[in-house]
């Protein structure tokens, strides 16, 4: 009953910026741990960053100091802006959230993945 929409992928030039934004919807009773994963053609789906619902996050170690995840816990909301972007960045960028469902009982916290949204970069 949980659902993860991404937008913000696209084309883009090796150095450029780009945006994107995960929005979960439905049911909602809580969302904590929230995060962007990538995956390449012929590659596993890695992690990219993490936001707790604190405001902590985590960050793989190719894209620090150049992804920045943030949230925004009213719109149940996650962003990821990507500046200074390289042709490896070039994947299929996928949002992820813990989240509970407030017609489940038993409060179970579930993984919740969004279609994913395709960012290329390339000249």
């Known amino acids: 009953q949980v659902q993860l929409v991404e937008s913000g992928g696209g084309l883009v030039q090796p150095g450029g910026s780009l945006r994107l934004s995960c929005a979960a919807s439905?049911?909602?009773?809580?969302?904590?741990?929230m995060g962007w994963y990538r995956q390449a053609p012929g590659k596993q789906r890695e992690l990219v960053a993490t936001?707790?619902?604190?405001?902590?996050?985590n960050y793989a170690d190719s894209v620090k100091g150049r992804f920045t995840i943030s949230r925004d816990n009213a719109k149940n909301t996650v962003y990821l802006q990507m500046n200074s972007l390289k042709p490896e960045d070039t994947a299929v960028y996928y949002c992820?959230?813990?989240?509970?469902?407030?017609?489940?009982?038993?409060?179970?916290?579930?993984?919740?993945w969004g279609q994913g949204t395709l960012v290329t970069v390339s000249s």
């Open positions: 439905g049911s909602i009773f809580s969302v904590n741990l």
């Open positions: 936001v707790t619902s604190g405001g902590s996050t």
């Open positions: 992820n959230a813990d989240t509970i469902d407030y017609n489940d009982i038993y409060y179970r916290n579930l993984d919740t």
